[in-house]
């Protein structure tokens, strides 16, 4: 099974407006850590937010916040006022178990695109 | 402060041959792991170096072996190239006094096999 499932391969959203890039999550861990990356065309991948299993608020980062509902096993990133510099590739990801050094698995990623 | 540095950028090889990929993690940083990122996919871990030794592997074949050095510098080595060892190969490092010990990556080395 897929640890990590984004469904939204391409995403478009008009300037200034909000949008939400799904992620859901599998693991038996009680303890994990889900982050969010953007990945421009340029192909570095840039850290956004983070969110762990034992966090009892959502995160938030800016304009970035993290919708975490931890029965439905999902992590959606929120952007609010998308600016055209959002669009890129972005990536959930999870980290398993308490040691932080383990390994992170990587969904498919959304393509975002802002349209003027 | 440099962030994780990659070399080369591009890498053009033919099947069979074999390539070495160099990182330098971030300054203060002393985990260095390797992904490959095929196209139009997310990153797949490769393996993880700790101390100058392999802390964790993926699910990738023993054609691709790594080392770290006592400066916490990393190559990725890969022999025997298959033309589908083509993608983007993704450095990250991380430390374990790290806010969130969130990765942090590289650009990457897009190697094309031919």
């Known amino acids: 099974a897929q640890k990590i499932t984004q469904t939204q391969p391409g995403m478009f959203v008009q300037e200034k407006e909000a949008v939400t890039l799904d992620c859901t999550y599998d693991t038996s861990d009680p303890s994990y850590g889900l982050f969010w990356y953007k990945q421009p065309s340029s192909g570095e991948m840039i850290f956004l937010i983070y969110q762990g299993s034992y966090d009892q608020q959502n995160a938030t980062e800016g304009r970035y916040s993290l919708n975490f509902q931890k029965a439905r096993k999902s992590a959606n990133l929120v952007i609010s006022a998308s600016q055209l510099g959002d669009s890129a590739m972005y990536f959930c990801?999870?980290?398993?178990?308490?040691?932080?050094?383990?390994?992170?698995?990587f969904g498919t990623g959304t393509s975002l695109t802002v349209i003027p | 402060d440099a962030g994780v540095t990659q070399s080369p950028t591009h890498l053009i090889k033919t099947r069979g041959q074999q390539v070495t990929l160099r990182c330098s993690p971030k300054s203060g940083h002393d985990t260095v792991s390797w992904y490959q990122q095929a196209l139009g996919q997310g990153p797949q871990f490769i393996f993880q170096?700790?101390?100058?030794?392999?802390?964790q592997r993926g699910n990738f074949p023993d054609r691709f072996s790594g080392h770290q050095f006592p400066n916490y510098s990393s190559e990725l080595n890969v022999n025997a190239l298959l033309l589908g060892d083509s993608a983007l190969y993704l450095c990250a490092s991380s430390s374990f006094s790290g806010k969130y010990n969130e990765q942090f990556f590289g650009p990457g080395t897009r190697l094309t096999v031919l």
């Open positions: 170096y700790y101390e100058e030794e392999e802390r």
């Open positions: 990801a999870m980290r398993e178990g308490m040691n932080t050094g383990n390994q992170f698995y």
